[in-house]
T-cell receptor
């Protein structure tokens, strides 16, 4: 049973380009969470999604960031017109349908390290 | 002020020592998570607990709801335990709030 997959593992973009980060949850998991870890800072919640629904996006920056989890395929975190301050590690986690969000063990992917030049 | 505070921020121990990492939170929570982040960056969920105590191998996690405090203990520590240990709480708004982590280094 493969774990949570994220790709790419490393992504380099120039200012103004778009970054697309992909996350495939563990088989059978229907909850996906995205977190950001800025250099020398702790993890911060960004968004929580279920299939075809954004449940909680209170941690997402208001502009340039969007996330989706389509019926088929991986969850995508999209950052438009990247700036240097977007450089960070972006982690995805998943959990099974069960007792409710954030009240189950979350399984983390290896992260995508985004570097904006 | 962060709603989840960890101490110490950095900890160096000798192999075999008993280690305790503390986590205090200021909000009502429904669950408390302990995570381990390896030097390579990967994150592993160690425990999720809402009361009492859990044990897995040499790791023990406890929580005191009344005192809003949780501890992670490592018995017979080993250099491979060297990592960042992160406490996270599911609280108001039903999302995870993370502590800043404890950097643990276990030396031979």
């Amino acid at each position: 049973n493969a774990g949570v997959m994220q790709n790419p593992r490393h992504l380099v973009r120039r200012r103004g380009q778009e970054a697309r980060l992909r996350c495939s949850p563990m088989k059978g998991h229907s909850h996906v969470y995205w977190y950001r870890q800025l250099p020398e800072e702790g993890l911060k919640f960004m968004v929580y999604l279920q299939k075809e629904n954004i449940i909680d996006e209170s941690g997402m920056p208001k502009e340039r960031f969007s996330a989706e989890f389509p019926k088929e395929g991986p969850s995508i975190l999209r950052i438009q017109q990247v700036v240097r301050g977007d450089s960070a590690a972006y982690f995805c986690a998943s959990s099974p349908r069960g007792r409710g969000p954030f009240q189950e063990t979350q399984y983390f992917g290896p992260g995508t390290r985004l570097l904006v030049l | 002020k962060n709603e989840v505070e960890q101490s110490p921020q950095n900890l160096t121990a000798q192999e075999g020592e008993f280690i305790t990492i503390n986590c205090s939170y200021s909000v009502g929570i429904s669950a408390l998570h302990w995570l381990q982040q390896h030097p390579g960056g990967g994150i592993v969920s160690l425990f999720m607990l809402s009361s009492g105590k859990k044990k897995h191998g040499r790791l023990i996690a406890t929580i005191n709801i009344q005192e809003k405090h949780s501890s992670l203990h490592i018995t017979a520590s080993h250099p491979r335990d060297s990592a960042v240990y992160i406490c996270a709480a599911t609280g108001g708004g039903n999302k995870l709030t993370f502590g800043t982590g404890t950097q643990l280094k276990v030396e031979l």
